[in-house]
């Protein structure tokens, strides 16, 4: 969506190799999301920032992944070690209003 | 466990009949219910959305129905078109978390 830009859109990487995944909102809203959608499954919720808070990291898989949104914008998700299993679409959003996100296009993640 | 359950994987419809999707909730925190709309290689665009306190919010060809007693929405579509073909996420929130179902894959035949 124009609002929320993710790139790359597409990444192959080998198993064991780190990835970076990079989203850019548009300014102007304190909340964001990250979550993974893997073949044949719905959404799963993996880290949200709000403003200044602690970001809730409660739907992070394991120690493997980490996320950071630098001066309230910028988020990069980052995987170390990647697994076959980490092959999935990992799709960013802001929240507009109460419950209602917009989402970016997504980078489809594929680990040899 | 899977708070918001989708239990039809897929669905096809003729063209110009009714659409619907089906979702069940176990959680009773939550207050406000969302449809997404997934083409694919796009992100989920929104829908259509309702609120505990109601139980039913239209719009256009899209309607959205609550039982809070049966923990179960729908989203009817009506007349369905080809370019309704995706698939349709449910989510609730009961504070600013989506929980999403796993999805419907609706196919319209023309």
């Known amino acids: 969506g124009a609002g929320v830009s993710q790139s790359p859109s597409n990444k192959v990487t080998e198993k064991g190799k780190d990835v970076e995944l990079r989203c850019d909102p548009i300014?102007?809203?304190?909340?964001l999301y990250w979550y993974r959608q893997s073949l044949g499954q719905g959404l799963e919720f993996l880290i949200y920032?709000?403003?200044?808070?602690?970001?809730?990291k409660s739907g992070l898989p394991s120690d493997r992944f980490s996320a950071e949104r630098t001066g309230g914008s910028v988020s990069t998700l980052t995987i170390q070690r990647t697994q076959q299993e980490d092959s999935a679409v990992y799709l960013c959003?802001?929240?507009?209003?109460?419950?209602?996100?917009?989402f970016g296009p997504g980078t489809r993640l594929t680990v040899l | 466990d899977q708070q918001v359950k989708q239990n039809s994987p897929s669905l096809s419809v003729q063209e110009g009949r009714i659409s619907i999707l089906n979702c069940d909730y176990t959680?009773?925190?939550?207050?406000?219910f969302l449809w997404y709309k997934k083409y694919p290689a796009e992100g989920p665009t929104f829908l259509i959305s309702?609120?505990?306190?109601?139980d039913k919010n239209e719009d256009g060809r899209f309607t959205v129905f609550l039982n809070k007693s049966a923990k179960h929405l729908s989203l009817h579509i009506v007349p369905s078109q080809p370019g309704d073909s995706a698939v349709y996420f449910c989510?609730?929130?009961?504070?600013?978390?989506?929980?999403f179902g796993t999805g419907t894959r609706l196919t319209i035949i023309p």
């Open positions: 959003a802001i929240l507009l209003l109460y419950g209602e996100q917009f």
């Open positions: 300014s102007g809203h304190t909340a």
């Open positions: 920032f709000q403003g200044n808070s602690a970001p809730d």
């Open positions: 959680n009773s925190m939550f207050d406000y």
């Open positions: 309702i609120s505990s306190i109601k």
């Open positions: 989510a609730a929130t009961g504070n600013e978390k989506l929980t």
